[in-house]
């Protein structure tokens, strides 16, 4: 059975950094895609950015410049660093992987809170 499980959410003041991580497990197969989403109380789950086996990465408008993500398909992770976060980030992570045959998977979320 597939597992994600996130690491490194937490509490920051406004404009530190914090990285996330997310390790896959029990998969025999690679991910053509690996993302991050985070919903904040109150709103809809969104896309934070996401990355393809090719290394093409896509960002959400609200964190382009300031969050970078990247994977290391040989231990199957998926890293968010973020810089200069500031309190509209507050929101529970989630981790996401997907494979375009077999389906897709969550992890169970990681809080980040960013206080002012």
């Known amino acids: 059975q597939v597992q994600l499980v996130e690491s490194g959410g937490g509490l920051v003041q406004a404009g530190g950094s914090l990285r996330l991580s997310c390790a896959a497990s029990g998969n025999s197969f690679s991910f053509n895609t690996m993302a991050w989403h985070r919903q904040a109380p109150g709103k809809e789950r969104e896309l934070v950015a996401q990355?393809?086996?090719?290394?093409?990465?896509k960002y959400a408008d609200s964190v382009n410049g300031r969050f970078t993500i990247s994977r290391d398909d040989g231990k199957d992770t998926v890293n968010l660093q973020m810089n200069n976060l500031n309190p509209e980030d507050t929101a529970v992570y989630y981790c996401r992987a997907t494979h375009n045959w077999v389906g897709t998977y969550w992890g169970q979320g990681t809080q980040v809170t960013v206080s002012s």
């Open positions: 990355i393809n086996n090719s290394g093409n990465t």
